[in-house]
């Protein structure tokens, strides 16, 4: 089969890779029918150490790539049950077992029986199939055929609107909330409609590229505000009458938007962080949270854990979360869809394999 793997910063390619087969009763195998390139994976796209050459034969193995998936089932395990071959599922961005207490309790991002795509000898979703632990507690099967129109809007299920959604969850909000999300990538303009659909009374979106804050204008963003650093917070104040705001749904991930969020949440307020925090030295002392009381929440969002409550409205159409998408290739141009959401010329790029409907 072919599959996407990671060299290196830029360094993205589509290889030969052996068909996944299955390894325990428990295991699934999926055909890829669409997949995705998360934002996520641009931090390592940056800044991953070479494992190879430019060009030519790697010196290293690659990283499979892509934990965003929708497909086929082509076989099951023994021990498999509630799923049959031919189902279309969607796959959460980390597989578990759901029946532990922890997966009980909603956490399937800590399952012990579970992990992430790409670890463990488990394959990358930018592919043509995938191997599935835990299939029975991972995969969700979907009351639509391969071809619907409805599969990007699906395929967010497996992260970027599950994860919108647990960045508003996790903040507590009501219908009284003034919430600011910071960031415009897919992740913060699905918190926007996330936090419109739990009844936000006012939503700020900190973001300056126009396509996408028009976008999040259409999911709920009341104010959008461009300006970044001490000019945002000031603006941000502006606009709560220098109270700051209720929530913020922090989607980015660097040190300065964790920044910005302290800058702007008021006494008694909530931080949600859902972008992947690329530095360890955030302050959380007296002067930045614990004297007015600010918590601070979020983390890896257990999707698994929303879909159920998430997929009627997709169904239904009464949201369009598939709309973030804005660029498709087929697999084998995966790294030109690496390159255009670095580039910024694109928001979020679907990859649909070769000879899927």
């Not at 969002?301 to 973030?324: F, Q, W």
Request: charged share 20%; net charge negative; hydrophobic share 40%.
């Amino acid at each position: 089969m072919r599959a996407t793997f990671l060299y290196g910063a830029g360094d993205v390619r589509v290889e030969n890779a052996p068909d996944p087969v299955l390894r325990l009763p428990t295991d699934a195998i999926v055909r890829i029918v669409r997949s995705c390139v998360c934002g996520s994976d641009l931090h390592p796209y940056r800044s991953m150490p070479t494992s190879g050459p430019a060009s030519g034969p790697a010196s290293g193995p690659g990283v499979p790539m892509g934990h965003e998936f929708i497909g086929v089932i082509e076989e099951l395990g023994a021990e498999v049950s509630g799923l049959r071959r031919g189902d279309l599922v969607v796959a959460p961005f980390a597989y578990a077992d759901n029946t532990c207490d922890l997966c009980r309790e909603g956490l399937h991002t800590s399952c012990p029986n579970g992990g992430f795509w790409a670890a463990g000898g488990v394959g990358g979703g930018q592919a043509e199939a995938i191997r599935v632990p835990q299939a029975a507690g991972t995969l969700v099967r979907l009351p639509v055929g391969e071809d619907s129109e409805l599969l990007p809007s699906l395929l967010t299920l497996a992260d970027v609107y599950g994860t919108g959604h647990h960045a508003a969850r996790q903040a507590r909000l009501t219908p009284r909330s003034t919430v600011a999300v910071i960031g415009d990538g897919a992740v913060g303009l699905l918190a926007v409609l996330s936090a419109r659909r739990l009844g936000a009374e006012r939503i700020v979106l900190m973001g300056r590229h126009d396509e996408r804050t028009k976008l999040g204008i259409d999911f709920g963003a009341t104010d959008v505000v461009p300006e970044r650093g001490p000019e945002g917070v000031e603006r941000v104040r502006e606009l709560t009458g220098g109270r700051g705001v209720h929530a913020v749904l922090e989607a980015v991930g660097h040190l300065d938007a964790y920044e910005t969020a302290f800058g702007i949440v008021r006494p008694g307020g909530v931080i949600s962080r859902v972008g992947v925090p690329q530095y360890d030295d955030a302050p959380i002392g007296f002067g930045s949270l614990f004297g007015p009381n600010v918590t601070l929440t979020g983390g890896p969002a257990p999707v698994r854990a929303y879909i159920a409550e998430l997929l009627p409205g997709v169904l239904d159409g009464t949201v369009e979360p598939g709309r973030v998408f804005d660029r498709t290739v087929g697999l084998e141009q995966t790294p030109d869809g690496y390159r255009s959401m670095n580039d910024r010329t694109a928001l979020k790029v679907l990859i649909q394999p070769q000879g899927a409907p």
